[in-house]
């Protein structure tokens, strides 16, 4: 069965860097890529971004350039995504969700079960 | 800010059906597929609905999708007290450099 699974909740001080590891099985890794999307607290969804888990290419929100990084290491089968420059408004749970090219399938079908991310001083 | 809105919540008796909307426009709902997620509480996403009216394996036949130029609707038939959850709307927009946006969101209350 297709699986994701996330690394643990992190604490960090504002202006810090966090990396968010998802690490996949239960299906061939390079045949989808993987979306992350962030809900702050009591907040809706908000989409970050996408990456192609076969190429590397990577499709980033507007917002979010130059603050977020996405890769996969397909030796492992695991996706990261790093935020840097911490503010307390990045506070959040990070989630992967597996997905072909949004602009073209335009669905998360496979989630994982989310990261906290913390960000005080 | 979403440029998906949605109803901030809806409810329903048990066996009754409930309607969810989702008002867009022609950069993202009017021409690109919509999918809907179930939120419970306390736990990630899960995918309901994908290219407007399909349900992946598993998900009950209860649930149907539909769309209509700018908006879209999920249904909920046979309401059950396991529905109550947050719902989002979400397809792909094409204006600027593009973006996946999801619906503001409709909690689902069953009373």
């Known amino acids: 069965q297709v699986q994701l699974v996330q690394s643990g909740a992190e604490l960090k001080k504002p202006g810090a860097t966090v990396r968010v590891s998802c690490k996949a099985s239960g299906y061939p890794f390079t045949t989808y890529g993987i979306n992350w999307v962030r809900q702050a607290p009591g907040q809706g969804l908000e989409w970050m971004g996408w990456?192609?888990?076969?190429?590397?290419?990577?499709q980033y929100a507007q917002k979010f350039q130059g603050k977020v990084i996405m890769t996969t290491d397909t030796s492992t089968n695991t996706a990261y995504m790093e935020l840097r420059s911490l503010r307390f408004d990045d506070t959040a749970i990070y989630y992967c969700?597996?997905?072909?090219?949004?602009?073209?399938?335009?669905?998360?079908?496979?989630w994982g079960q989310g990261t906290l991310v913390t960000v005080s001083s | 800010q979403s440029v998906l809105t949605q109803p901030p919540s809806a409810s329903g008796t048990p066996g009754q059906r409930v309607t969810i909307s989702c008002s867009g426009s022609s950069s993202n709902i009017e021409g690109n597929p919509v999918s809907w997620y179930q939120q419970l509480p306390g736990t990630a996403p899960k995918l309901l609905i994908y290219r407007n009216n399909q349900r992946p394996s598993g998900v009950p036949d209860r649930f149907s999708g539909s769309k209509s130029g700018t908006s879209a609707s999920l249904a909920i038939s046979g309401l059950r007290s396991e529905d109550e959850a947050d719902y989002y709307c979400a397809a792909w927009d094409d204006s600027l450099t593009g973006l996946y946006v999801f619906g503001t969101g409709t909690r689902v209350t069953v009373v």
């Open positions: 990456i192609s888990a076969d190429n590397g290419y990577t």
């Open positions: 969700a597996r997905g072909k090219r949004p602009a073209v399938a335009g669905a998360c079908d496979y």
